[in-house]
T-cell receptor, first 110, second 118 residues
Framework: DAKTTQPPSMDCAEGRAANLPCNHS???????VYWYRQIHSQGPQYIIH???NNETNEMASLIITEDRKSSTLILPHATLRDTAVYYC???????????FGGGTRLMVKP | GAVVSQHPSWVICKSGTSVKIECRSL??????MFWYRQFPKQSLMLMAT?????????EQGVEKDKFLINHASLTLSTLTVTSAHPEDSSFYIC??????????????FGPGTRLTVT
């Protein structure tokens, strides 16, 4: 898996969009960008993934740069329950063993 | 969606005893399950990959004789921490890979087991 780099922490106001960046400059052509989050003392939860195109689901949007060297996870209207550690992972498949980096600790504040 | 359960959710044991943690895929079959360990304020670290019907593959630095993994069926993998010591206290998380690739997510995580060794 390609190495990913994320800021260790971010704050976001409740109701505002949370934009979480991730750098993956050495990502391979066959590697997807996966995002998981881990709420305190729980197992990781899948959020979204993408290869080249931007993706959106009910939880979030994923914007991947054209050169695929970075991406941004967008939570459009953050709530207090979105407070968690968010992990960006580059992998050829989510079925492979996943290498978790430090992640970004997002604190959503009222 | 696919659900992975772990049992127990938390356990306290005395130093020197063994404890078994179960990981079950509830509504899908999993030929492969992964075991992770997470210390406080740290990220998840892969311990081993468990394949149904064969020996587990351990990551470097993980003692296979201390962390016994059994994956006897397509829906159950167990991790046994033998002769537990306080330094084994951690959050143990399993994940399971869906046998039938449905696209992503293909790996589903359990809720974790908090082990405290006194």
């Amino acid at each position: 898996d390609a190495k990913t780099t994320q800021p260790p922490s971010m704050d976001c106001a409740e109701g505002r969009a949370a934009n979480l960046p991730c750098n993956h400059s050495t990502i391979s052509g066959n590697e997807y960008v996966y995002w998981y989050r881990q709420i305190h003392s729980q197992g990781p939860q899948y959020i979204i993934h993408g290869l080249k195109n931007n993706e959106t689901n009910e939880m979030a949007s994923l914007i991947i740069t054209e050169d695929r060297k970075s991406s941004t996870l967008i939570l459009p209207h953050a709530t207090l329950r979105d407070t968690a550690v968010y992990y960006c992972i580059a992998s050829a498949s989510a079925g492979n063993m996943l290498t978790f980096g430090g992640g970004t600790r997002l604190m959503v504040k009222p | 969606g696919a659900v992975v359960s772990q049992h127990p959710s938390w356990v306290i044991c005395k130093s020197g005893t063994s404890v078994k943690i179960e990981c079950r895929s509830l509504d899908f079959q999993a030929t492969t399950m992964f075991w992770y360990r997470q210390f406080p304020k740290q990220s998840l670290m892969l311990m081993a990959t468990s394949n149904e019907g064969s020996k587990a593959t351990y990551e470097q630095g993980v003692e296979k004789d201390k962390f016994l993994i059994n994956h006897a069926s397509l829906t159950l993998s167990t991790l046994t921490v033998t002769s537990a010591h306080p330094e084994d206290s951690s959050f143990y998380i399993c994940s399971a890979r869906d046998l039938v690739g449905k696209g992503s997510p293909e790996q589903y995580f359990g809720p974790g087991t908090r082990l405290t060794v006194t």
